[in-house]
């Protein structure tokens, strides 16, 4: 079964220390992708997203113009940021392993998430069936050559995601 995501109703958001004594928050609000669902076999299925690096928006319009440039997503050069699952794994518990590369900055990296499945829906008008999923990971972002102020920024960067995707 085939889903889209809805960025509509959909959110990519992370939060990084400052100084060691705060969270600086922010989101990307321009991205899609794809869901494949196999009910039969969890293995099989698979998510891919593309995020727009441009859209980084942490509410200050300074920091996010600092944040486009050379010295952490370098936006002219490596304008997407994206994910490929590789491999996904039910846990005792009910959740999910996904598995998958995250290219950022050109540089692939594996990483794994925990998938929560939130469930499905019918649209509010009687649209498409959708379905819901959460994840939650933490990425060095020195991993990816994005280590311009590490110690006074953090390195560790928490990640949520908040999928509604429409059933195609």
């Known amino acids: 079964m085939s889903y889209e995501i809805d960025a509509t109703h959909s959110s990519v958001d992370f939060k990084i220390r ?6 600086v928050r922010g ?4 991205f899609a992708g794809t869901i494949e ?19 980084v928006d942490t509410r ?7 944040l486009r440039t050379a010295d952490f997503f370098n936006v002219e050069a490596f304008p997407t940021i994206t994910f490929k699952s590789t491999g996904l794994r039910k846990r005792k518990d009910g959740t999910y392993t996904v ?6 900055l050109g540089k692939s990296r594996k990483i794994t998430a925990i998938l929560t499945d939130a469930g499905e829906a ?3 008008k009687g649209e498409k069936r959708r379905g819901g999923e959460l994840a939650e ?12 102020m590490v ?7 928490h990640i949520f995601l908040s999928f509604e995707a429409v059933k195609k």
Not at 27 to 30: G, K, L, N
Not at 37 to 55: C, F, L, M, P, R
Not at 151 to 157: K, L, N, Q, R, S
Request: net charge negative; glycine share 12%.
């Open 27 to 30: 989101s990307f609000t321009d």
């Open 137 to 148: 990971l933490v990425i060095n972002r020195s991993d990816f050559g994005m280590g311009n």
């Open 60 to 66: 200050s319009e300074g920091r996010d113009k600092h």
């Open 18 to 23: 400052h100084l060691g004594i705060s969270w």
């Open 37 to 55: 669902v196999d009910s039969e076999n969890v293995k099989k299925s698979s998510i891919e997203v593309v995020i727009q690096a441009t859209s």
């Open 151 to 157: 110690g006074p920024i953090g390195d560790d960067v």
């Open 122 to 124: 019918d649209g509010m």
């Open 99 to 104: 598995a998958g590369n995250l290219t950022m």
